[in-house]
């Protein structure tokens, strides 16, 4: 399995140093935002890591290699290239042995991560159950990846274009915890609230490492989602963006869009609406989601 993954100069010293490492995502590069700002909040959010003592690892799938840690070319690569895969876990062999391009999703950058010893992941939002369910089964595999592979994933809650109840419950089921940070809520992304209360709920980072800790030791399989809700400042109206969503997964219905394309879709159309609000509220979030995922993994190696 060793000969897949190669890792950056970067991460390879920090595993050698024992250093906290976060693990970066690459379809939210690819296919969540648009050029330039993609790379600019690609390049920030790993300053922001390395700003709080920990060593970023962004991941993706080039020239048949899973790549813990990219170059600054690369990250370009993901964001410019017009031909990158959305990779999943059923895609993940696939792009290896045909040495495309890939970006990683949650679920695939989860398996990853595993692979390469990481246990912490830093994102925006992770896919769930959507909504209509009941006519098109759309639930991502990202859900799937949380009920069995040990990474904890910070991020701030799920967009709505989802339908938040049934993924909170699907995450029950598969035995997931959602841990609010310093919230009893779950975040709905762009909005701090959803109206969903939580089982769970943290204080500290110090406080998240030690139920990541317990759960290692317990031989728990499974993920955690820490749930960190976007600053007030950056956030958007729940009214506001709610009718954008709306109107956005209409539209996408209306076209037919189904399967893999279904969320990048909703995701373009969303910033469209907004005339580019979105965007802004998605890179601020994704910045805090770092700084929460740094200190988390910093807290955790001083257990
Ligand atoms: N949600 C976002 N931004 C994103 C994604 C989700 O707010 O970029 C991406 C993540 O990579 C996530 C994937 O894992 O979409 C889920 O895709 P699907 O719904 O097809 O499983
Ligand atoms: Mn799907």
């Not at 959803?194 to 759960?215: F, H, M, R, V, Y």
């Amino acid at each position: 399995m060793k000969q897949y993954i190669e890792f950056s100069q970067e991460v390879q010293q920090g595993m050698d140093n024992n250093k906290p490492i976060v693990a970066l995502e690459s379809t939210i590069i690819s296919h969540g935002m648009p050029y330039p700002q993609n790379v600019e909040m690609a390049k920030n959010v790993e300053q922001i890591i390395r700003n709080h003592g920990a060593i970023p690892a962004t991941i993706a799938l080039i020239n048949g290699k899973i790549k813990i840690g990219l170059e600054s070319e690369e990250l370009t690569l993901l964001a410019k290239h017009d031909d990158v895969a959305k990779v999943s876990r059923r895609d993940l062999a696939e792009i290896i042995a045909t040495k495309r391009i890939g970006a990683t999703t949650v679920a695939s950058t989860m398996i990853c991560a595993e692979l390469a010893g990481i246990q912490f992941f830093v994102t925006g939002g992770i896919g769930g159950v959507h909504r209509g369910v009941e006519h098109t089964m759309d639930i991502s595999a990202d859900l799937e990846e949380l009920g069995q592979t040990n990474v904890t994933v910070i991020c701030a809650g799920a967009k709505s274009i989802l339908d938040l109840p049934k993924t909170l419950e699907y995450l029950e089921t598969k035995g997931v915890p959602v841990i609010g940070y310093q919230t009893e809520e779950l975040p709905a992304f762009f909005t701090p609230e959803s109206g969903i209360k939580l089982n769970s709920s943290a204080d500290s980072p110090e406080t998240i490492a030690q139920i990541c800790k317990a759960k290692n030791d317990l031989a728990l399989s499974g993920g955690i989602v820490v749930a960190n809700p976007v600053p007030k400042t950056h956030a958007l109206s729940k009214s506001y963006i709610d009718r954008i969503i709306t109107d956005a997964v209409q539209e996408a219905e209306e076209k037919g869009i189904s399967g893999k394309d279904s969320t990048p879709f909703l995701l373009g159309k969303i910033v469209e609406k907004s005339e580019g609000k979105s965007l802004e509220t998605n890179i601020k979030l994704v910045e805090n989601n770092a700084v929460l995922g740094a200190k988390i993994a910093v807290a955790f190696t001083q257990l």
